[in-house]
C-alpha cells in the first residue's frame, strides 16, 4: 500500500447498511488481504484496543492458527497474539463471513502495531493480513464540555462521548423541583419534540434530583451520537431546556463504536434454556475447554440473578452448589458476576454461608464479557473454564446432563446475596450443555423501570413495661414484614420477640432485665445458629464483619 493510499485512511470512519439500519463499526482499517486459507474481511479500529472485522471468512484449515499483530513492516514470527472474540487464545478455528469483536491484551493500543494478521505460528506464515496505516489514530472518547446551565441548578463539570451510544456527565447537578423534566436529544435547537433517554437507571420516568452524581446516559434504539447535535435537561411542559450541551462536528466523531452491541452480535446463542417463563432464561456457547454463558432476566438495579451446578446430582439442593451471581452495580455503572459457593443457607458470614469464593480463598473464576441494561432487562455475558482447578468451583462437563440452580433475589447493602425473594428452581432441572444447539426460549419481553409503590409494611410491634423476653427466630413476614418495616433486604428470617416481629422494645435504666434466647446452639452450623447482640447499626449483621468488630 502506498503513501497516498495510507494518508486518505486517515479521515476515513465506516458506516455500514445492514438492512434497514446504518451501524457505525468505528474507524476503518483496510480490508484483508488474502493470501492462504480464503481469508478475507474488512478491520475497522472499534476502539483504541479492539478490533472489528466484518464478513470475516477463514476455512479453518490451517496449522495453529491465531490472530496475531505486529511492528514489523509486514507480518512476522516477531508477533504476539490476540485473543479471539471469546477472550480464549486457543488456535481459531472456521469463520464463515462472520462480524467479531477482538481486543488487544492489556496495554496496547491499536496504533502500536503495523498489522493485523491470521497466522500460522508452525508454518511461520501469513495465511492474510490488514495493514495499519501510518500515524493511525484510533477511536477514543471525547470531552465535549460542560453543560450550560440555564435554571434549576443544572450542570455538570464535563460532558465525555465514551462511544456512539453513551454520554458520560461528570459530577451532575439539578434540583429535581420542576416537572416533566427528561433528558433529551435531538439536531436543530433543544425542543419537546426530542428524543427522550433513559436515564442511568434504565428508567423513562421523569429524572429526579442529582447532587454531584456521575451519571452514564445510553441512546435509545438505533440512535448514535452521529444522529444528534445537542443533549439537553428539558422540561417538556414549560418547553424550557434548563441545561445543554452541543455536540461539535458529529460527522468527523472519532469516538469508540458501540462495543455492547458489536460484541453480542458476535456471540450467537444457539443454545437456549426458560428457567423461569417471563422472568430469567440461560444461553450458551461450547468453546474447546470453555462455556460462554448469557444470563438474562427481569431485575431491579438491587436484584441478582444467580445460575450454576446444584449441590446434588439428583435434585435441586442450594447447600454445596457452585452458583454466578450477576447484578447490576449502580456505584460503578456497571454489571458485574461474582462466582459463589454456599456450604449453607444462611447469608454469608466470614467463611460460611452463601459466599463469595474469594472469601474461601478461593479466586473469581468467572470472566464478564459484555452485558447490557435496557427496559428493566439484565442481559450478562461471562466466561469460565469447564474445570477449573478451583476447589469450590464444580465441573461443568462438556456432555451428559447436569442438575442446576438458578434463582432471583435481592442484594444486602454489602452487594452480596441475600435471600432468593422472587425465584428459585423448585423441580430438578438437567442441561446438557454440550448437546446439538436448540432454543427453547422465547422473547423475554421487559418495561421501563417506574417508581416502585411503597410496600405498606405491618404495623410495627411496641413492647414496654415488660422485664423478660424471650427471643425466637422466625419468618420475616413476606413482603409487608422485616422489608418493609426496616427498609433493609433479609434473609428470610428475623427475631421474634414475645411473640411480636421486630418490635421496639423500650427499657428503662437501672432495671434488669432476662433475655431468653432461642436462636441455636451450634455455632459451626450458620443456618441454623443466629446470635443475640445489641447494636448501634440498623442493619445489624454484626457476624458478617466479624474481622471489622475485632479491630473495633
Not at 34 to 44: E, I, L, M, Q, R
Not at 413 to 426: D, F, T
Not at 466 to 481: C, D, H, L, N, Y
Not at 518 to 527: C, Q, R, W, Y
Amino acid at each position: 500500500m502506498d503513501k497516498i493510499t495510507r494518508l486518505l485512511f486517515l479521515s476515513t470512519f465506516f458506516f455500514a447498511v445492514e438492512g434497514d439500519t446504518t451501524k457505525y463499526f468505528g474507524k476503518y482499517i483496510a480490508d484483508f488481504k488474502t493470501n492462504a486459507h480464503g481469508v478475507t474481511g474488512k478491520a475497522y479500529a472499534a476502539s483504541s484496543t479492539t478490533f472489528y472485522i466484518s464478513e470475516f471468512y477463514y476455512d479453518g484449515k490451517g496449522s495453529d492458527a491465531f490472530f496475531w499483530v505486529g511492528n514489523t513492516e509486514n507480518p512476522s514470527p516477531q508477533g504476539e497474539i490476540v485473543p479471539n472474540e471469546l477472550g480464549s487464545q486457543e488456535n481459531i478455528g472456521t469463520y464463515t463471513n462472520r462480524n467479531i469483536t477482538i481486543t488487544l491484551p492489556t496495554g496496547r493500543t491499536i496504533n502500536q502495531f503495523k498489522w493485523l494478521s491470521v497466522w500460522s505460528r508452525q508454518e511461520a506464515l501469513d495465511y492474510g493480513h490488514a495493514l495499519i496505516p501510518r500515524d493511525f489514530v484510533p477511536p477514543v472518547e471525547q470531552s465535549i464540555g460542560p453543560i450550560k446551565s440555564f435554571a434549576h441548578g443544572v450542570r455538570a463539570d464535563s460532558v465525555v462521548i465514551k462511544d456512539s451510544k453513551t454520554i458520560y456527565l461528570s459530577n451532575f447537578y439539578y434540583d429535581g423541583s420542576a416537572p416533566d423534566t427528561y433528558f433529551l436529544v435531538g439536531s436543530g435547537k433543544p425542543n419537546g419534540g426530542g428524543t427522550k433517554v433513559p436515564d442511568e437507571t434504565g428508567s423513562l420516568s421523569k429524572i429526579k434530583g442529582y447532587n454531584g452524581k456521575n451519571v452514564s446516559l445510553r441512546l435509545p434504539g438505533t440512535l448514535t451520537v452521529f444522529d444528534i447535535n445537542w443533549l439537553s435537561i428539558y422540561c417538556i411542559l414549560a418547553s424550557e431546556s434548563f441545561g445543554q450541551v452541543d455536540i461539535p462536528d458529529r460527522q468527523n466523531l472519532n469516538v469508540p463504536a458501540d462495543l455492547k452491541e458489536l460484541k453480542d452480535v458476535s456471540l450467537n446463542f444457539k443454545n437456549c434454556e426458560e428457567l423461569f417463563p417471563g422472568l430469567m432464561q440461560v444461553s450458551w456457547i461450547m468453546e474447546g475447554e470453555s462455556i460462554i454463558i448469557q444470563l438474562e432476566g427481569k431485575v431491579g438495579e438491587n436484584e441478582y440473578l444467580a445460575f450454576g451446578r446444584s449441590g446434588n446430582e439428583d435434585k435441586v439442593e442450594m447447600t454445596g452448589a457452585d452458583v454466578i451471581l450477576a447484578f447490576y452495580d449502580k456505584e460503578k455503572s456497571m454489571a458485574r458476576v461474582v462466582d459463589y459457593f454456599i456450604n449453607s443457607k444462611s447469608q454469608c458470614t466470614g467463611t460460611s454461608g452463601v459466599c463469595p469464593d474469594v472469601r474461601f480463598a478461593g479466586k473469581e473464576d468467572a470472566v464478564l464479557i459484555t452485558w447490557q441494561r435496557i427496559n428493566g432487562i439484565l442481559k450478562v455475558v461471562y466466561k469460565r473454564l469447564l474445570k477449573t482447578g478451583d476447589a469450590r468451583d464444580q465441573e461443568i462437563p462438556s456432555s451428559g446432563g447436569m442438575t442446576i440452580v438458578a434463582a432471583v433475589g435481592n442484594l444486602n447493602s454489602q452487594m452480596e446475596a441475600a435471600y432468593h425473594s422472587r425465584a428459585y428452581l423448585e423441580d430438578t432441572i438437567r442441561i446438557d450443555f454440550g448437546r446439538n444447539p436448540v432454543s427453547k426460549c422465547s422473547l423475554l419481553e421487559g418495561k421501563m423501570d417506574k417508581d416502585k409503590k411503597d410496600m405498606t409494611p405491618w404495623k410495627s410491634a411496641k413492647i414496654s413495661g415488660v422485664t423478660e423476653f424471650r427471643a425466637q427466630i422466625g419468618p420475616s413476614g413476606g413482603a409487608k414484614g422485616y422489608t418493609a418495616i426496616t427498609g433493609v433486604q433479609s434473609w428470610g428470617v428475623a427475631w421474634w420477640i414475645n411473640g411480636l416481629l421486630i418490635p421496639e422494645i423500650t427499657v428503662e435504666r437501672y432495671q434488669n432485665y432476662t433475655f431468653i434466647i432461642e436462636g441455636g446452639e451450634d455455632p459451626s452450623n450458620t443456618a441454623k445458629y443466629h446470635p443475640l447482640y445489641i447494636t448501634n447499626n440498623p442493619e445489624g449483621g454484626g457476624s458478617q464483619v466479624l474481622d471489622q468488630l475485632n479491630s473495633s
